[in-house]
């Protein structure tokens, strides 16, 4: 029972970061002594009882939410199935700290934990636990921030004084990038929707949906912005193959730019994108980096067709695009990131614009800390890259996320 309460400890102290978040009161100084002090402990922690208590509260307090989504596919008893395995999933994977004895092996196992993504899915980042603290985020700084915790240990182990000021090397992990205002000209508004996710689908609300987002078009018109961006698939359609929508949409396009999400088919192949409408003519920005388990999976064709049949209702996988789409508007360049892109190094290049416009529908995991883990992920690629997130979503997470 004591390696499971040291566990639970130590993965609160790796996870507080997400809910002070989503409380709204990210204290910089309270976030690093709990990142600091959960990564100590993690490090010092023999048992690996303990260890695995620490992956399978640390999989609970991050991705519980990621089971929601089930339950609207008509199997809502598989969502703590869902929890519970990737409870165990983690648990496995901080087991594997426990057969590394030599603290520089666990130092490079906890950075490497960063780049391996299971099933593609990249969510789990440790390095942005000092996301709103005075330390970096950037892999190298996480790297020294466990050094130096690793020298603390073994010098209070071997009763090496000298390491004992080892945390003076901290400063070389502090965040002294130079934070540059970046200016626009434009007037962009983001809207937040409210659709519930079990009505967003039924086909006899559509007009409803169309109808209200025509509404929130006309109303930034009405409040002088230059481009509105509607969240991921609002339009709940292959938007393309419906021409009284485009119509309206290319009308209202003289008036404002106008950014929304839709499904796009094409040669007979699905895609998630997103419109761009301007001067009476739109642009489609396909996603390149889909969700894994959600708009395809990632497993063997056998395993992926039944899934697709008994889970998915038959729906076939979407296609991905190859490569992200940069769009201008007024002269101005805008990177497209559908939901979970905005989240995913593949979409950030040195070369990118100094904008990005995110959509997303997290009505799948509400309620839950998802938009805020979302947001501290998207905070941490701002800052890697000087970028603006403008960012659109259905039920919660809207906002500008600015490098700071």
């Known amino acids: 029972m004591r390696e499971i309460i040291r566990g639970f400890g130590i993965a609160f102290f790796l996870s507080a970061f997400i809910y002070l978040e989503d409380i709204g009161v990210p204290l910089p100084l309270l976030n690093a002594i709990l990142g600091l002090g959960g990564l100590f402990f993690l490090l010092l922690e023999k048992s690996r009882k303990a260890l695995f208590s620490v992956g399978f509260f640390v999989g609970i307090f991050w991705f519980f939410w990621i089971g929601f989504s089930v339950q609207y596919y008509g199997f809502p008893y598989l969502v703590p199935l869902v929890v519970l395995f990737f409870a165990t999933l983690f648990g496995g994977i901080f087991l594997g700290i426990g057969y590394f004895q030599n603290l520089i092996w666990r130092v490079g196992f906890l950075i490497a934990?960063?780049?391996?993504?299971?099933?593609?899915?990249?969510?789990?980042?440790?390095?942005?636990?000092?996301?709103?603290?005075?330390f970096g985020t950037e892999l190298w700084q996480f790297g020294i921030i466990l050094i130096v915790l690793a020298l603390l240990i073994f010098g209070i182990q071997k009763r090496e004084k000298r390491l004992l000021f080892a945390p003076i090397l901290l400063l070389l992990a502090l965040d002294f990038r130079e934070h540059e205002d970046i200016d626009l000209d434009l007037r962009v508004k983001v809207v937040e929707t409210e659709i519930l996710q079990e009505e967003k689908w039924k086909i006899e609300n559509q007009t409803d949906i169309v109808l209200m987002?025509?509404?929130?078009?006309?109303?930034?018109?009405?409040?002088?912005?230059?481009?509105?961006?509607?969240?991921?698939?609002?339009?709940?359609f292959f938007l393309n193959t419906r021409d009284d929508v485009l119509e309206i949409l290319k009308e209202l396009s003289q008036k404002i730019t106008i950014w929304t999400g839709g499904l796009y088919f094409e040669n007979q192949k699905s895609y998630n994108a997103s419109f761009i409408f301007q001067n009476g003519k739109f642009e489609v920005a396909k996603k390149v980096v889909l969700v894994p388990f959600g708009e395809y999976v990632p497993l063997p064709k056998f395993m992926r067709d039944w899934i697709n049949e008994v889970i998915f209702q038959k729906a076939d996988d979407f296609t991905p695009a190859q490569t992200p789409t940069d769009i201008e508007v007024s002269g101005v360049k805008f990177r497209n990131a559908i939901c979970y892109e905005a989240t995913s190094n593949k979409i950030y290049d040195e070369n990118m614009p100094k904008f990005v416009v995110a959509t997303s529908n997290n009505g799948w995991f509400l309620?839950?800390?998802?938009?805020?883990?979302?947001?501290?992920?998207?905070?941490?690629?701002?800052?890697?890259?000087?970028?603006?997130?403008?960012?659109?979503?259905?039920?919660s997470g809207t906002g500008v996320v600015s490098a700071n």
Request: glycine share 6%; net charge negative; no cysteine.
């Open 213 to 236: 987002n025509f509404e929130e078009i006309r109303r930034a018109i009405g409040e002088g912005y230059d481009m509105v961006v509607l969240p991921e698939s609002t339009f709940p």
């Open 367 to 395: 309620p839950s800390i998802e938009p805020s883990l979302q947001k501290l992920l998207m905070q941490h690629f701002a800052n890697k890259y000087g970028v603006t997130i403008f960012h659109s979503a259905n039920r």
């Open 113 to 134: 934990i960063n780049e391996i993504h299971l099933f593609g899915f990249d969510w789990f980042r440790p390095q942005i636990i000092f996301i709103n603290s005075p």
